[in-house]
């Protein structure tokens, strides 16, 4: 290893805008290549991307849903993250919370829509929160390691959703695994509902008004981190667990608190996938955001400023990923799958690849512009 | 090797030494790191001394003894000149009763140890590394589960087996610790220095109130802090990590002496810190002994528990194996005490 950099001079935006960049670049330079040997255009390809991800206003609505999903699961990443947590049970703890907004909705259906609403809101946090529960109780109290146990609830939650789906809350009129259909009202707006105001015609879209609880999710999950008491802990016992012994901080507490909320958050998704578009629950309907999710945040530096943008590229990826597979044989969905997986090569696993060398770089630069 | 008996029984070690004999009969090279002067006089041809990172001697073992060797590990370097007043000795501050301590490992290292310490004094512990020091102070402040035996502040229990008050708890009834790894315990190194300035304090108002951070007091308090106790640079800003450590123990000496603590323990304080902020360190914890702080001060230079401590006392092996009025004692008689030879 040649260049040891002092962290304290590193530009703020060369950390946090240049290295990610440069990450991305490469990511998609791979990407390219694979797109050739299919026996593509590259180039057209990414044309393609960009028409379907913002060339017309139902592509970019698509976006926007997507975004909504990758900001969820991205958030309840990060701030287990922050008490240095693997919370891999994004996907689980999203799925059971799915359960919990159905089972609000529909037992609460005598009172008004909006406080039906909050309260299912509540349910995703809460059921989301449970699932995460036993994992984080397990790490803190057993040493189990959470990355194991939060795999393993992944599968557990699958297989109980599958079982509930099929033998007890199915809706029995019909064969699918699916429960039956929330009444009409309690679908959130959406966005073709918005633009019918402003008398736009749209054809279906997606996206709903869980765009705006993933923005305030964004903020809350800000000033939680940085600005409550909470966050102070959950942070002081991620960087140095010893040190927060020492300072009367119990780390038990604070695994727990960080799990609960991460799970909560990964919950939410199901607001944007039941109460806004499914408007029931369908079999796997995480459908991979959980995990996807790790990327976002890993790519955001898990700070919500980080994590929106990032959760934006994967909505273009998902998005303008889908016009391509529509429109080039040779590329299929799993080729975007793959894609997806170098990118959060390059900008998860591989953040550090280029990191010294770039921050090095730049730091040189600006010392000899000083001396100049 | 490296401390090879640290964990092993006296049964053990035996065994152990039995089989480097053999190696040693079968031509191989062992360098053996210890601070047990039986080890070096049981097991070595030749002998080496370390101190403060140079060696200050070499010989072969056969022309000399223990008591020679406890005087090259201790030295004999001037004293630090510092202004220190007559003691107003106040009532017994705080108590140790019998007290046995394990480390993580399940091994005793502290021993049956009686200590107290009055209010305007400082008792200074001396004692070669990893003779139960550090298990001592986890378990005086509230971090390490207490065996047997029990802890009292101003005449009130704080712990034994059974119970023990967490650090917040111990903070609120009037004790700092200052730990002796400031990096891995008194900081979180990747926290901002505002941040670790209030650490352990930071559910107190007016740093936080209902749960919500106040920076601007936070920060208008660091400022204070940072200027009276000349940290430099004076950036509340800057990651700590980036502070040197005589500025990192700075940060920690001015949050827990901000308080004012009536019982303060001390672990290392200048370890590793520069010429001048020592004598910074050393002049505030003399003032606060004036104040009429009661002061446990464990540290393996002997001539900074000799220059600050009214009263020393001796851990070996986790024993307290003497206790001297300090201007009665030379660093000799405390130096073959340290080595458990006297």
């Keep these: ?5 002092d962290k304290s001079k590193v530009p703020w935006w060369v950390s946090n805008l240049i290295v990610p960049l440069v990450n991305l670049t490469l990511a998609l330079l791979v990407s390219a290549l694979f797109i050739f040997i299919a026996g593509e255009n590259p180039y057209q390809a990414i044309k393609l991307i960009i028409y379907g991800s913002f060339g017309y206003i139902e592509g970019f609505a698509y976006t926007l849903y997507y975004t909504t999903n990758f900001i969820f699961t991205g958030l309840a990443f990060a701030v287990a993250f922050h008490c240095r947590l693997f919370n891999i049970g994004g996907e689980g703890q999203a799925y059971i919370g799915g359960l919990g907004v159905f089972l609000v909705a529909i037992n609460f259906s005598f009172l008004p829509v909006p406080i039906v609403w909050i309260l299912s809101i509540a349910g995703a946090f809460i059921f989301g929160a449970a699932w995460a529960f036993i994992p984080a109780y397990l790490q803190a109290k057993r040493g189990s390691h959470i990355v194991i146990t939060t795999i393993m609830f992944n599968f557990i939650a699958s297989s109980l959703m599958v079982y509930l789906l099929v033998d007890v809350i199915r ?12 009444p009409k009202e309690m679908w959130l707006p959406t966005f073709k509902d918005l633009a019918a105001l402003f008398g736009m015609k749209i054809r279906y879209s997606p996206l709903n008004a869980s765009f705006l609880l993933a923005i305030a999710a964004s903020f809350f999950v800000w000033f939680l981190v940085w600005k409550t008491k909470w966050g102070y802990e959950m942070r002081a016992v991620g960087h140095n667990t010893q040190a927060a012994i020492y300072a009367g901080i119990s780390p038990y507490k604070n695994i727990i608190i960080a799990m609960l909320i991460s799970g909560g958050l990964a919950g939410l998704l199901s607001i944007n996938e039941i109460l806004g578009v499914h408007h029931k629950i369908v079999s796997g309907f995480p459908a991979g955001y959980g995990f996807t999710g790790i990327a976002v945040a890993l790519m955001g530096r898990n700070h919500p400023i ?7 590229l994967f909505g273009i990826l998902y998005q303008g990923g889908s016009e ?3 429109d080039m044989p040779n590329i299929t969905r799993y080729m975007f799958v793959a894609v997806q997986g170098v990118i959060i090569l390059f900008s998860g696993a591989l ?9 090095s770089f730049f730091v040189n630069r600006l010392n000899r512009q000083v001396e100049a | 090797m490296d401390e090879p008996t640290g964990v092993l029984t006296p049964q053990e070690v035996d065994e152990l030494f039995k089989i480097l004999r053999s190696l040693k009969e079968e031509g191989k090279t062992i360098v053996l790191i210890t601070h047990k002067l039986n080890e070096i006089m049981d097991l070595t041809s030749e002998v080496s001394v370390m101190r403060q990172g140079e060696v200050v001697g070499h010989t072969k073992t056969e022309n000399t003894n223990r008591e020679k060797l406890a005087e090259m590990m201790v030295g004999r370097s001037v004293l630090l000149r510092i202004n220190k007043s007559n003691t107003q000795r106040g009532d017994v501050a705080f108590k140790v009763e019998n007290l046995s301590v394990k480390d993580d490992l399940d091994v005793t290292r502290v021993k049956n140890v009686n200590l107290e310490i009055h209010a305007g004094e400082i008792l200074g512990l001396a004692g070669v590394t990893g003779n139960g020091q550090t298990e001592l102070l986890e378990a005086l402040s509230g971090i390490r589960k207490v065996e047997s035996g029990e802890i009292f502040l101003n005449g009130e229990k704080i712990s034994d087996s059974s119970a023990l008050l967490n650090p917040r708890e111990l903070k609120e009834k009037g004790l700092a610790h200052i730990p002796e790894d400031r990096q891995r315990m008194g900081l979180v190194t990747d926290f901002k220095a505002y941040e670790n300035l209030i650490f352990g304090y930071h559910d107190q108002e007016p740093y936080s109130k209902s749960s919500i951070m106040r920076e601007n007091k936070i920060l208008d308090y660091s400022k204070r802090v940072m200027e009276e106790y000349d940290v430099r640079p004076r950036s509340p800003h800057l990651m700590t990590s980036n502070f040197s450590g005589g500025n990192q123990q700075k940060l920690i000496l001015s949050r827990e002496l901000n308080e004012n603590p009536k019982v303060l323990l001390i672990g290392q304080p200048t370890r590793g810190v520069d010429i001048g902020a020592i004598e910074f360190i050393h002049q505030r914890l003399i003032d606060m002994r004036d104040k009429g702080a009661a002061i446990l001060l464990v540290s393996v230079e002997l001539e900074e528990v000799l220059s600050l401590s009214d009263r020393i006392v001796v851990m070996f092996d986790g024993n307290i194996v003497g206790e001297r009025i300090n201007k009665d004692v030379t660093d000799r008689e405390l130096g073959l005490l340290m080595a458990g030879v006297a």
Excluded: C, W, Y
Excluded at chain 1, 1 to 5: A, E, N, Q, T
Excluded at chain 1, 171 to 182: F, Y
Excluded at chain 1, 306 to 312: D, K, L, T, V
Excluded at chain 1, 354 to 359: A, D, N, T, V, Y
């Design chain 1, 1 to 5: 290893m040649s260049s040891v950099v």
């Design chain 1, 171 to 182: 809706d029995m009129k019909q064969m699918g695994p699916h429960t039956v259909a929330l």
């Design chain 1, 306 to 312: 980080g994590i929106f943008p990032a959760a934006f």
């Design chain 1, 324 to 326: 391509v597979t529509f």
């Design chain 1, 351 to 359: 953040e550090n690849l280029f990191r010294p060398q770039i921050e």
